[in-house]
């Protein structure tokens, strides 16, 4: 894979974050806690379950390939915004920036400091596929951009992230909650349920999205608003036995046949903005150009 530098970067590329491998070191290190960091065993507790966070939607979503695993936890996109927003300066400062949702809402970080932090390992840099079939596809993202980040009242949704978390649990044959639907109704009803789950929760998400913003999300509501919808897979099964082939189904009825039923798989949810960031990174709509490597 090629590596790039800030040069390279377009208006509108998504940004992939992958954390560095899980350490058990990092977490004996909190809590022993040799230079008095923390005042309690809450604080140290706290800190841990920080730690193991990032790995979270990782660990939930392996991706298609577990041969390719990487610890994919958070996506931005690369933007050009005023890094005054909110100030009482009368000169804006409009900057190329990484745009992104966290803790504190949505705002924007400095490319060379963020490839210091240690949380970040590499950058992925995904670009849209169809750039130049799009009518000034840049100004397009970057209108849409500008309006998220000039909105100071959108805060993050924790709430967001961790249900991105389950439905990662889903989203593969290999998650464990699939498994348990598939060990408890069979495959054929196990996969109707994550379907229409994920269908209900992006028909919510919909009419709900300024409540439930999230780091991919917010790359997806963004490209939604300019009118790219990014083409993201529902379900991804990585084995030949789970897949089946497709016909109408009558989803109003348990009385299932399931060797009547075929299923054509992946599906697709074409306008959907509930993704993780491993979903924008595997979208049939953008490539992986390159990566953005941390700086020590």
């Known amino acids: 894979m090629k590596k790039l530098n800030k040069s390279d970067l377009q208006i509108g590329d998504i940004l992939i974050f992958e954390y560095p491998n ?11 806690d040799k230079d008095k960091e923390y005042q309690s065993r809450t604080e140290k507790l706290k800190a841990i379950g920080w730690y193991l966070l990032h790995f979270a939607i990782p660990w939930c979503d ?15 996109i690369w933007g050009n915004v005023d890094i005054y927003r909110g100030s009482t300066l009368n000169k804006p400062n409009f900057k190329n920036r990484i745009v992104q949702a966290g803790a504190n809402g949505t705002g924007q970080a400095s490319l060379e400091e963020t490839l210091l932090e240690p949380s970040v390992q590499n950058i992925y840099v995904c670009r849209h596929i169809n750039k130049t079939s799009f009518t000034n596809f840049e100004d397009r993202i970057n209108k849409v951009i500008k309006e998220y980040y000039n909105n100071t009242s959108l805060k993050y949704s924790f709430e967001t992230a961790w249900m991105l978390s389950v439905l990662c649990s889903m989203r593969y044959s290999t998650g464990t909650l699939y498994k348990m639907l598939v060990k408890k109704y069979g495959v054929t009803k196990a996969t109707l349920l994550v379907v229409a789950i994920t269908t209900l929760v992006q028909y919510y998400a919909k009419n709900h999205k300024k409540d439930m913003i999230a780091c991919s999300p917010l790359v997806a509501d ?71 490597p941390h700086e020590k």
């Open 222 to 292: 963004i490209f939604m608003d300019a009118e790219i919808p990014l083409k993201t897979d529902t379900l991804v099964t990585t084995k030949e036995e789970d897949q089946l082939k497709s016909s109408d189904l009558d989803l109003a009825s348990w009385n299932i046949n399931e060797e009547e039923i075929d299923l054509d798989f992946p599906l697709s949810v074409t306008n959907g903005t509930m993704v993780t960031p491993r979903q924008l990174m595997e979208s049939k709509s953008v490539k992986v150009i390159g990566y953005l």
């Open 22 to 32: 899980f350490d058990w070191e990092e977490v004996d290190k909190i809590w022993k």
């Open 62 to 76: 392996p991706g298609k390939n577990p041969e390719t695993y990487k610890n994919i936890y958070h996506a931005a």
